[in-house]
Structures are given as C-alpha cells and as structure tokens.
C-alpha cells in the first residue's frame, strides 16, 4: 500500500475531491485498525522461542475492539542469517488471532526493511533481532540464547513509518 504522501503527490489537482477521499482514506483505515495500550513484548515464558505479549491490550482493528490477553505468546517463523539484523512485526487481527510478520534482514539495524502494513490487522510492536555467532531458525532457536540480541518496541497508536514531510506538499 502507498503511504499518503505518495498517494497526495499522485492527485492531478487540489480539486479531485474523490482522490483527496481515497487518499484519505487509508489514514482512515489506519486510525481505526491500532493497538490502543503498549502490549509489553517480551521473550517467551511457555518457549523462549516465542514473544510474549506482558499486557492485557485494546485494540481497534477496523474500527472494531478488540481485547488481547496478558501472557499471550506468538510463534516466530522464519531465518536470520549469521550476523544480519532483521524485525519482527507482532500483529492482530479482528478475531484476536496475534501473528507474527517477518521484514527484510540486512547489515546494519538502520537498513531493515519493516514489514508492510496489514490493513486489517493492528500492530502490537515489533522484535528487532540481530543473529550473532550463527544463523537464527525463529521458532525453535531460543530468543534468549548467546546467538540472539533482540529488542522489544510497543507501538501504540497511530504509527506509518513511510509516512514523510514533504517540502512539496507541505509548501513554502
């Protein structure tokens, strides 16, 4: 999905009232499908392999609530390679199903690619790994081992990463 600054730049002129709406609207869908409290992401109490969600959480997904419980843990899938960075996005959906979405690795931590937004599914936060000594199997390698360094970040709210100020749309 583009974010709103491509999709504002992509209107032929300020007065398509219909391309302002569906621009619009994604901000809409973004600001009805978000975690209302932080989830406390943790590592796994059941499984070291797993990510913990510590809070009881709100969430509306597509304008509808919906409650997470506290000890909640999401099953990890995927491989980071030996020495690579990569994010692991913690999501929900409307059923309260939480799910795991995994991002581009790369070098560096600055140069992971987020995973993209889900429109029907609210963010919780997300697991930034880093694979030291040897490749990670997420799942089954236990995030607390010498081989992980993992960070938890909440994000409640309203969050677009891609979102950018734009000295042409803002204006002089």
Known sequence: MPNLNQILKGIPDAG???AIRKALQNLFIRANTVALEPAGLAIGTGSAAKVK??????CL?????????AASEV???GTIA??????????TNAAGTVSAKLGTAA????????PAWSEDKARLGYAFIHASGAAITLGTTLLNSGQCIVDYVDTPGMHDFTLKADSNLIGD
């Not at 969600?53 to 709100?58: E, G, K, T």
């Not at 070098?107 to 987020?114: E, G, I, N, P, R």
């Open 82 to 91: 030996d020495a690579a960075y990569n994010a692991i996005a913690i999501e």
């Open 16 to 18: 398509s009232s219909d």
């Open 61 to 69: 997904v597509e304008s509808r609530p919906v409650k997470i419980a």
């Open 75 to 77: 099953t990890l899938a």
């Open 53 to 58: 969600i510590v809070n009881d959480v709100i």
């Open 107 to 114: 070098t560096t931590q600055a140069a992971v690619v987020l």
